[in-house]
């Protein structure tokens, strides 16, 4: 041992300090059962790591942190049962995965989060089952879509809702009426409050069953800003 301090049980190991049971471990702390780790910190029954901290069972894995049983993950934090991931935080079972979070049983992922069962996909968001996808939501079985929400079984589609076919204008209106607050069931708006079963609107306010209509307030029953009774709206919808 070279200039350890309070190490314990240790073999061929230099500059550690609290370790215990280690062997050619070098500049380590509180380590135990590692082998060949450089500059960990806190890691146990590890093998050929350097610079991670809190990590278990894992293997020749680079600057990650609290992982549990990974192999050859670079800057993963919180990972397990992974293999060469990089910069990937909380995902399980995970396999070739870059820049990813809450992850689990996938390959091949980037930018991915809440994804499972999931190969090649890039920035999608909780689809299971889903395979060489891109900007993806919510999307069950789906194989080399891109910009879908809500679809299940499709194949090379982009701009769908719901297995819904639209234009990239129609998919992006109703994807930002998101973002209105405290409205019901309301579709294709933007920056509406507090509305209920209003579609296409723009800027409107605690109005209620409106279709293509803009910066109204307390209104019921409009088209295109034009105010119908409940029966007349209801026969325009039909041919809309």
């Known amino acids: 041992m070279l200039k350890n301090k309070n190490c314990v049980d240790c073999k061929t190991c230099a500059e550690c300090t609290n370790c215990i049971d280690c062997e050619g471990c070098r500049g380590c702390e509180s380590c135990k059962k590692c082998i ?4 960990c910190v806190k890691c146990i ?5 350097e610079g991670c901290r809190g990590c278990e069972s894992c293997k020749s ?3 990650s942190k609290y992982c549990f049983n990974c192999v050859k993950c670079q800057k993963c934090l919180n990972c397990s049962y992974s293999i060469n991931c990089q910069r990937c935080e909380d995902c399980t079972g995970c396999v070739d995965c870059e820049y990813s979070k809450y992850c689990s049983s996938s390959k ?3 930018e991915c989060e809440q994804c499972k069962g ?3 996909c890039e920035k999608c968001i909780s ?3 889903c395979r060489n996808c891109v900007e993806c939501e919510a999307c069950i079985d789906c194989t080399s879509c891109k910009y879908c929400h809500d679809c299940h079984g499709l194949t090379g589609k982009q701009y769908c809702i719901n297995n819904k076919q639209y234009t990239e204008m129609e998919y992006l209106t109703i994807l930002n009426g998101k973002n209105c ?3 019901i069931e309301c579709e294709a708006s933007i920056n509406c409050k507090d509305c209920k079963r209003c579609q296409y609107c723009i800027d409107c306010t605690r109005c209620t069953d409106c279709f293509y209509c803009y910066n109204l307030y307390d209104e019921q029953y409009c088209i295109n800003n034009i105010k119908y009774t409940k029966e007349e ?3 325009k919808l039909k041919s809309l």
């Open 118 to 120: 999931c190969l090649f």
């Open 61 to 63: 894995c680079v600057d």
């Open 36 to 39: 060949y780790c450089r500059y």
């Open 45 to 49: 029954d590890s093998k050929f790591c």
């Open 181 to 183: 607050t405290n409205c």
């Open 127 to 129: 689809c299971i089952d």
């Open 233 to 235: 709206y209801l026969e």
């Open 108 to 110: 091949g992922l980037s």
